[in-house]
């Protein structure tokens, strides 16, 4: 019977490296689209945006100083390939 212990751990080192990479690419991602709203919809610096994969949260200060959310922007893409643009206010 062959031993796969080298084959699995050359995969696992593999998946590791795609796992760093793919973690890479989303905070690069979201550093982009957090670019783009504040350039765009925030250019006083009033409010703090907040990205995180496939949403964006936009808090301001109330009197106390506490972070409030003001609302939130859901950007989904289904499987069938329609994009979709989901928000949520308060």
């Given at each position: 019977?062959?031993?796969?212990?080298?084959e699995i751990?050359?995969?696992?080192?593999?998946?590791?490296?795609?796992?760093?990479?793919?973690?890479?690419l989303?905070i690069?991602?979201?550093?982009?689209?957090?670019?783009?709203?504040d350039?765009?919809?925030?250019?006083f610096?009033?409010?703090?945006?907040t990205?995180?994969g496939?949403?964006a949260?936009?808090?301001?200060?109330?009197e106390?100083?506490?972070?409030?959310?003001?609302?939130?922007?859901?950007?989904n893409?289904?499987?069938?390939?329609?994009d979709?643009?989901?928000?949520?206010y308060?």
């Amino acid at each position: 019977m062959k031993n796969y212990s080298n084959e699995i751990a050359d995969l696992n080192l593999e998946i590791t490296e795609v796992r760093k990479e793919r973690k890479l690419l989303q905070i690069s991602t979201d550093l982009k689209v957090k670019q783009v709203f504040d350039t765009n919809f925030n250019p006083f610096q009033e409010v703090e945006i907040t990205v995180r994969g496939g949403s964006a949260i936009f808090h301001s200060k109330d009197e106390d100083g506490l972070r409030r959310e003001i609302f939130s922007i859901y950007f989904n893409e289904r499987y069938i390939g329609t994009d979709e643009l989901r928000l949520s206010y308060y």
